[in-house]
């Protein structure tokens, strides 16, 4: 039977703020790459909606009892990939289900959350994580990163790893720990230097000298920064931008969408997408300091974790802050497996907030 309360308590602010990014999504889509991207994402955009409304319709808490479960299929589903994923630019990261193919890294996202979720509001009695306390965190979050690495999708296997250890600083870790965990960055950065491909290390190269390859690694962030930059206070208009008109802006509808946003509507505009995003990861931060348990509020703050540093490394990206790594722009770029993943996620944010009321 429907419970009114769910309605009641239904957080109208955090779907707003959806229905606002999408839009504009949309409206940039059609810019970028047409009439017939705007289509298919559309539909990706009601699909997730849909996913998005079912994911309120029972207690997250069941997540918790499921929590390997879930980890463990999106594990097979990374294995798959190696076996029998679809190859395209170079990487296996897709598998091809009937007409659709699915990404599984973007669901690795969500599954890490509600993993480390589960082990964090089940190990509550440490006051203070030392490190020989979160070796378990460390092997979760290590297997995916790892199979994912393998595709190859450096961004991706990054951007699980920033999640999780997002999640981890968050529980209180002994300062005396986190001096030894940063004493290890350096040569874990030099481990993970000479274990990528070519390619990817001419794109560390170019980061810091773009000019010194402008017609091949360095051509994408040049682009982009032109894109960017001339789009000064106000943009050039709607349809109106020259680099991308022009396509001189590559992967313009993907991981450079941003570039586009910005070139059309400039600083004024590219500002208000941004507070949009700002708006949705406070919000999260606020479900998650509201949740009335510890598994509730662990899961915001992992779900918010994962729009934040999309968010984040893109843009910086896109204006030559950070090494083009292939990180699209969560909610905004074309995609439909980061569109289906990230409304599940919001779907539980949701479900957190409605369930927060319920427990009084």
Known sequence: MFDRRLLQNFDWILLCLLILISAASLTNLYSAGGTQIVVKQAYWYLIGFGLLMIMTTFDYHALERLAWHIYLFTIILLVLVMVIGVISKGGQRWLKLGFINIQPSELAKLSIVIILSRFFSTHGEYPDYRLRDLWQPFLLMLLPCLLIKMQPDLGSALILAIIAFSIILIMK????????????????????????????????????????????????????????????????????????????????????????????????????????????????????????????????????????????????????????????????????????????????????????????
């Open 173 to 360: 870790v002994r300062w005396i720990s986190l001096f030894i965990l940063a004493s290890t960055v350096i040569p874990a950065a030099f481990a993970v230097y000479y274990s990528m491909k070519e390619y990817q290390k001419k794109r560390i190269y170019t980061f810091f000298n773009p000019e010194s390859d402008p017609l091949g690694a360095g051509y994408h962030i040049i682009q982009s920064k032109i894109a960017v930059g001339s789009g000064l206070l106000t943009g050039k208009g709607f349809l109106k931008g020259t680099q991308t008109r022009l396509h001189f802006l590559p992967e313009q509808h993907t991981d450079f969408a941003f570039s586009v946003w910005s070139e059309e509507w400039g600083f004024i505009g590219s500002s208000i997408l941004l507070v949009l995003y700002i708006l949705l990861v406070l919000r999260g931060i606020s479900i998650a300091k509201n949740s009335k348990d510890k598994f509730g509020s662990t899961l915001a703050i992992g779900i918010t974790a994962i729009i934040f540093w999309q968010m984040v490394i893109n843009v910086g990206m896109t204006i030559g802050l950070f090494p083009v790594v292939g990180i699209p722009l969560v909610l905004f770029s074309y995609g439909g497996s980061s569109v289906l993943a990230t409304m599940l996620g919001m779907g539980l944010l949701m479900n957190i907030s409605i369930r927060r009321f319920m427990f009084q």
